[in-house]
């Protein structure tokens, strides 16, 4: 068997089983679909495990299959304690890919479909809490079948498994794997391709060559959906990769003795897989840091007037060409008094220093700094939040911390993607081009501007209402220009702002790359762009500006 196939298969079966583990989870907390998840992995499985010649993995996974089935049609329910034999089942599938290195290998006849004692234990151990029939209301569940009856089960569902090891083998239906470098070639083209014609539709209208941009339009548009196609190939829903620190939260939850409910928010949000794969780290040092040193005890709680359960928050969404994702806690929240008598204390700063509250907030971040004099499994060694500080650093993004004392922290972080095509209009402020997503841009208008301060933070007034604004031509250090300017408002989940450009013109499509370290520094920038004619334009970070026009000392 060619090479390529037992790999897929082993990144694929290490997938499954991590959606497995985390299906059974939503299972124990009532999760609507969850059993129909579970079904669907054990079957895709199955099948796998039947290509590559497991055959003894096939016969188990149908034979849980088996159980499932039932379950998922209402014909049977889970009783009392569940939750530990499904999780048995998965730990055996585990076992039994740990133990087929050998039988992968082989060219002969491969491993033999007969279950093994433990197999059949671990399938006893499920019939057990498998109850038929609905029960009455508000009775209590009965209590399951006997251990002859559960026996004689086992033999009945397990019949005939030998043959049906050995019958046709399919893959997964819908899906085909494909290498990740391929991917990323039709993603440079298609992106490269979209671009080109943008910049050649330009060409055109500016020509007067009517009878052409009808036609590039249509293509235009085809090719838009080609690269979106293509982009969409290699990205993964946030839920599939944040699910996994739940476990991380329960488990601190039981060891401190605290009540915490975890809330992930954007689960549909898209990322790519490889960013998501660089994130899982830091975002696991995030949410166990919220959880062991954010929430406080349940007494605590309570004296404080809070709820007795504390949340830990993992949320997510697109900005622009951005991704943003923050994790907070409702917990007792970190005093910036306390972080200055801290690095005081330990000769990180002097006594007489000035330092704003986002300088002290920052000292969180390195390395060594912790609050904390209680060394946990999880944390206090003053080493996780140093790593995401890192880690977000490797990706060109941004990290910003906010906490209120008595009321819970969150860490934002800010990261460009790897490649988004953003469709947007040109915006010129002095010398600069800058394209400005649609994504949040509300409306635009002129007004005459006969100040010429210089002030970076304005206000502008926009259906009778004063919006705070930033005027782009001093904040980018161009020259300001009195006369005919445009404002253009955004709106954004924290409210409305707006910029203040020189002029806005044509429409355009371009693939955002990340920011240089030259630019990295500069607030308001998402990215950069190349165009047509081989110029760079800036592309706005529309969602950064509008709470730098909302709060004044967010990025002074």
């Known amino acids: 068997m060619s090479g390529d196939i037992l790999a897929a298969f082993a990144e694929e079966s290490r ?18 679909g969850a059993v129909d998840n579970l079904f669907r992995q ?12 497991l055959a003894r993995l096939e ?3 149908h034979a849980w299959e088996s159980r499932l089935g039932p379950l998922r049609q209402g014909k049977v329910r889970l009783g009392p304690g569940g939750y530990g034999p499904l999780i048995a089942c998965r730990n055996r599938v585990q076992a039994l890919l740990s133990g087929a290195s050998a039988a992968l290998g082989s060219e002969g006849e491969g491993e033999s479909p007969e279950l093994g004692g433990e197999d059949l234990a671990v399938l006893a151990g499920l019939d057990a809490v498998l109850i038929a029939g609905d029960p009455p209301a508000g009775t209590p569940p009965a209590a399951g079948p006997s251990t002859s009856d559960r026996l004689r089960s086992l033999r009945e569902r397990t019949k005939g498994l030998a043959s049906t090891a050995g019958q046709a083998r399919r893959p997964a239906e819908g899906m085909t794997r494909i290498p990740s470098p391929k991917l990323e070639r039709m993603l440079d083209l298609s992106s490269g ?9 330009q060409s055109d209208r500016a020509a007067g060559a009517r009878d052409l941009v009808d036609e590039l339009a249509a293509v235009e548009s085809l090719a838009a959906s080609l690269y979106r196609t293509v982009l969409e190939a290699r990205m993964v829903p946030f839920g599939d990769v944040a699910g996994r620190y739940l476990k991380a939260v329960e488990e601190i939850a039981r060891d401190r003795r605290k009540k915490i409910r975890f809330v992930l928010s954007g689960a549909e ?5 490889s960013l998501a794969d660089l994130l899982a780290e830091p975002l696991l040092h995030l949410v166990r840091n919220a959880a062991d040193h954010g929430i406080e005890p349940p007494e605590e709680r309570l004296a404080a007037g809070k709820e007795a359960e504390g949340v830990v928050a993992l949320r997510a969404k697109r900005e622009a060409g951005l991704l943003a994702i923050r994790v907070e806690d409702d917990g007792k929240g970190v005093d910036p008094a306390e972080i200055r008598r801290f690095a005081v204390a330990r000769g990180r700063i002097r006594e007489d220093a000035a330092t704003t509250e986002e300088e002290l907030f920052a000292l969180l971040f390195e390395p060594g700094f912790s609050l904390s004099e209680e060394v946990t499994r999880w944390s206090g060694r003053g080493v996780g939040l140093d790593a995401v500080k890192r880690s977000v650093a490797a990706l060109r993004g941004s990290l910003r911390f906010e906490s209120k004392p008595g009321r819970g922290s969150s860490t934002v972080l800010r990261l ?7 469709e947007g209009f040109v915006a010129r402020v002095g010398k600069l081009a800058i394209l400005v997503p649609y994504e949040s841009a509300n409306s635009c208008y002129e007004f005459e501007d006969e100040t010429a301060s210089g002030a970076i933070r304005r206000t502008v007034t926009w259906e009778g209402k004063l919006v705070p604004a930033v005027d782009l031509a001093p904040l980018y250090e161009e020259e300001p220009r009195r006369g005919r300017r445009v404002a253009v408002i955004l709106e954004e989940e924290g409210g409305l702002g707006a910029i203040v450009v020189d002029e806005v013109g044509e429409t355009i499509s371009a693939a955002v790359r990340p920011l240089d370290r030259a630019l990295a520094d500069s607030p308001g920038i998402a990215g950069t762009a190349i165009l047509g004619d081989g110029s760079m334009i800036l592309v706005l970070d529309t969602a950064e500006l509008g709470l730098l026009a909302r709060r004044p000392g967010a990025f002074a």
Not at 269 to 273: Q, S
Not at 416 to 422: M, T
């Open 42 to 53: 054990v079957h895709t499985l199955k099948g796998s495990a039947g290509i590559v010649g």
């Open 59 to 61: 016969a188990f996974a």
């Open 269 to 273: 949000t898209e990322i790519d897989k």
């Open 15 to 32: 997938e499954l089983l991590a959606a497995m583990e985390e299906a059974v989870g939503e299972i124990e907390r009532g999760g609507a």
């Open 193 to 201: 391709l979209v671009v080109a014609l943008s910049n050649l539709g």
């Open 416 to 422: 460009p993607l790897a490649l988004s095509l953003v």
